[in-house]
């Protein structure tokens, strides 16, 4: 089952992380300074990941493809891993799409 990983990092930042059924991140979050606000991404992340038009297909400089989620007001919202290619980038993007939306959120640290 999907989920939303919680963690606060080095700076004491609220971060998230959703993992689909097998336990591989698919989207990362951006640093929150509050946790309301970390839930305020998630919620975000589940209403946004279903547009197709939020998702900003990108290349890295080495020439990986990756995806950042944007919320409506323009937002990043999220960050892909960096992927092989175009057509593996396309599954991660699906991949959100199917899982964000009935994803269980579970605090880490």
Same mark, same amino acid.
């Not at 991949?95 to 605090?107: L, M, W, Y």
């Given at each position: #089952?999907?989920?939303?990983? !919680? ?5 004491? *930042? ?9 336990? *591989?991140? !698919? ?6 300074? =509050? ?6 991404? /998630? $919620? ?5 990941? *279903? ?8 290349? +890295? @400089? ?12 323009? *937002? /990043? !919202?999220?960050?892909?891993? #960096?992927?092989?290619? @175009? $057509? +593996?980038?396309?599954?991660? /993007? ?5 899982? +964000?939306?009935?994803? =269980?959120?579970?605090? /880490?640290?």
């Amino acid at each position: #089952m999907s989920k939303f990983e !919680i963690n606060t990092d080095k700076s004491r *930042q609220f971060r998230f992380n959703l993992k689909a059924g097998n336990g *591989q991140t !698919i989207l990362a979050s951006e640093a929150y300074t =509050t946790k309301a606000a970390c839930n305020n991404g /998630i $919620e975000s992340v589940k209403t946004n990941s *279903q547009d197709d038009n939020k998702y900003d297909r990108l290349t +890295a @400089k080495d020439g990986s493809p990756y995806f950042n989620l944007k919320a409506a007001n323009g *937002q /990043i !919202i999220g960050t892909s891993e #960096m992927y092989s290619s @175009k $057509e +593996a980038m396309e599954n991660g /993007i699906a991949s959100v799409k199917k899982n +964000a939306p009935n994803a =269980t959120v579970e605090e /880490i640290s």
